[in-house]
């Protein structure tokens, strides 16, 4: 006898039974319940307590019964508030990951159509990952992707949302799909929860009251999604929105701009004004324009010129006071900023009708040289006018820089912002007459002498200049002056020092390595990596940080850290020559706290003094061991001895 008659006889065999058993007992207990079915197969492990036409259930209320949890990478399957959840996100960090719940067989031999049903809750649905419902009939345990897997997700609905804008995770929706017909029939099914979650954002999936029955799936309530379909730029987050979702790629967020941050986080350096801003690096934002709460605004920021050329300078305060309480809508990543949920990698910016940046919606045509006349050849004594530079820069490839410095001779027609003494920079147009058309842009321009500005003669409209540095196809659409990789050499016909160009100084080796006389960073180059000489005081300028093992390919010129645990040094603040520079080591202890520029961007181009060893980092002369520094007036750590001073 097969399987399937086996079955079959046992149902009728018990229903007889109880049939019998009811009419003996009818008159002697009123309360009995309708008879029950035989549970399911002996084949069909699921099935100890199934009645008929429930061919599999499971609820995860307390563990994940008959199905197993298989985690290829990462963060695996959990039980929590009674569901099996995954999710990549966990103690504010988004981990790879990769997991299966799978269950055991399910024994369909005795139906004839069949349907999947389930409770689940999909938050965080815009992130980055992917939630997929899968059957088969071929699992291979040993190579669990290579088990023909068959996606029947269909269309999960993403969590609702609360009056206060958080996700509502007391409701439920409810999953319905029919069983393919070549799975009807078998006894080896499987269906599985598969999840994926990225280093850069998750989604979290609660699941719960599996079960496979007989019939035809029922209509399923669309539960259409309420903040999720949010963070485009069509419906751009709130700023509630944003800091509930806490995560995202490339997510557009509105409000108003009700201040700025100075200082290394927003609880002690929010500062709501308009007039008199301090930094150019970041703004906050809040859903009122009257806003003075910290709870109820975000930070955002704002990149260098470099990065995404006239965000900075066309968003921040210090620069644009009028900006302040206009409502905004920006293009970047959701993460942690200011020890907050904050908007960074900004890349796009609208502000009074006014499109910034370079990755504005839709297609950005690619830059095509003028037809007006270019003159010169870059060099010196021929140097190239606005539209020669123009034409040289459009040719690069996206993103490239060129090789050589080249000399450019124009007059300025238009001035982005001028220098200062904080910024030591200045951006603006030039062109061959002083007329704001065919200019070229000279963009982070250093002063004479390729150093940053401290004092002297400012630019301004119609003065005539020769700047010299790299030229940049930024993006590949925006052909410009490299940001930091030019400088001033003449202003109407004068240069700072002898009248023609001066050249850039060579750092000098000074210092005995005490308190009042530190190292300069040439003079720890000059002592190499043969010997290590502890208990000294280095000086210089913050240039930037290191990402990888590699000091060659690694070093980083800016402040847009993603790691804690070093620092670049140089001795002039500008500085982008690796071999000018010494790698610093940040221990775990207050320096990093204070100083590392994931947290504190502020202290990028800033002159610090360090204590510490000069050893042997990333393959070349650095300092080791620092346990105290001093930093814009701040002493960080615990001061040495005066004894141990040199």
């Known amino acids: 006898m097969n399987n399937t008659k086996e079955i079959n006889m046992k149902k009728i065999i018990s229903k007889l039974m109880l049939l019998a058993m009811t009419a003996i007992t009818f008159t002697a207990c009123e309360d009995v319940p309708e008879p029950y079915d ?41 039980i929590d508030h009674n569901t099996a959840k995954a999710t990549g996100y966990n103690n504010s960090v988004n981990t790879v990951s990769e997991a299966y719940l799978v269950s055991a067989p399910i024994d369909l031999t005795a139906s004839t159509s069949a349907f999947l049903t389930f409770d689940y809750i999909l938050a965080y649905a815009n992130n ?98 309420t903040v999720e379909t949010k963070g485009t730029l069509e419906s751009p987050y709130s700023v509630t929105d944003a800091k509930t979702v806490g995560t995202g790629t490339g997510v557009y967020v509105k409000g108003y701009i009700v201040g700025y941050i100075d200082g290394k986080s927003i609880t002690e350096g929010a500062v709501f004004a308009g007039n008199n801003a301090t930094v150019e690096t970041n703004v906050i934002i809040a859903t009122s324009a009257d806003e003075t709460s910290i709870d109820n605004c975000i930070p955002i920021q704002l990149p260098t010129e470099s990065n995404a050329p006239g965000i900075r300078s066309g968003v921040n305060l210090k620069s644009n006071p009028a900006n302040y309480k206009k409502e905004v809508i920006f293009k970047g990543d959701l993460d942690t900023y200011f020890g907050t949920v904050g908007v960074k ?156 160009e001066t050249p850039t100084p060579t750092p000098v080796v000074t210092g005995e390595g005490s308190h009042d006389q530190p190292f300069s960073v040439a003079t720890v180059i000059s002592k190499g990596t043969a010997s290590t000489t502890p208990n000294v005081y280095v000086k210089g300028y913050i240039v930037g940080w290191i990402d990888g093992q590699v000091l060659s390919s690694g070093a980083k010129f800016n402040a847009e850290a993603t790691v804690k645990s070093n620092l670049l040094l140089a001795d002039t603040a500008n500085e982008t020559d690796i071999s000018k520079c010494v790698p610093v080591q940040l221990p775990n202890n207050a320096v990093r706290t204070s100083l590392n520029l994931q947290d504190n961007p502020s202290f990028y181009g800033k002159q610090v003094l360090l204590y510490g060893n000069l050893e042997k980092y990333f393959g ?21 001895a005066a004894a141990r001073r040199r």
Not at 195 to 201: D, I, K, L, V
């Open 128 to 225: 980055e990952g992917e939630n997929k419902v899968l059957i088969t009939d071929s699992y291979d345990e040993t190579n669990i992707a290579a088990s023909n897997w068959e996606d029947i997700t269909g269309k999960l609905q993403a969590a609702g949302r609360t009056a206060d804008g958080k996700v509502d995770w007391t409701t439920f929706s409810t999953y319905s799909a029919n069983i393919p017909a070549k799975y009807i029939g078998k006894n080896n099914v499987r269906v599985a929860f598969f999840y994926t979650g990225t280093a850069s954002g998750s989604r979290t999936w609660e699941v719960k009251n599996v079960a496979v029955k007989e019939g035809q799936a029922p209509e399923v309530e669309d539960n259409t999604p």
């Open 345 to 500: 990698n900004t890349s796009w910016a609208k502000i009074d009708d006014k499109e910034i940046g370079n990755d504005t919606p839709g297609e950005t045509p690619t830059p095509t040289p003028t037809t007006a006349e270019p003159k010169g050849d870059g060099t010196q004594a021929n140097p190239y006018n606005a539209i020669a530079a123009y034409n040289a820069a459009a040719a690069l490839a996206k993103g490239a820089k060129s090789d050589n410095d080249v000399y450019v001779k124009g007059i300025i027609s238009t001035v982005k912002y001028t220098y200062d003494t904080q910024h030591g920079t200045a951006t603006f147009n030039i062109s061959e007459d002083g007329q704001a058309v065919n200019e070229f842009i000279i963009y982070g321009c250093l002063y004479f002498n390729n150093q940053k500005y401290t004092a002297g003669e400012n630019i301004k409209k119609g003065d005539e200049v020769v700047v010299c540095g790299k030229l940049t196809n930024y993006n590949g659409t925006t052909p410009e002056m490299a940001s930091g990789a030019n400088w001033l050499v003449s202003l109407n016909g004068k240069t700072e020092a002898t009248g023609g």
């Open 620 to 640: 070349t002369a650095g300092v080791k061991g620092v346990t105290y520094a001093e930093c814009e007036g701040q002493t960080i750590g615990t001061a040495p």
């Open 38 to 78: 035989m549970p399911g197969s002996a084949t069909n492990p699921i099935g100890d307590e199934l009645t008929e036409g429930l061919y599999m259930t499971e609820s995860f209320n307390s563990d994940f019964g008959k199905f197993t949890n298989v985690s290829v990478t990462g963060i695996p399957w959990v």
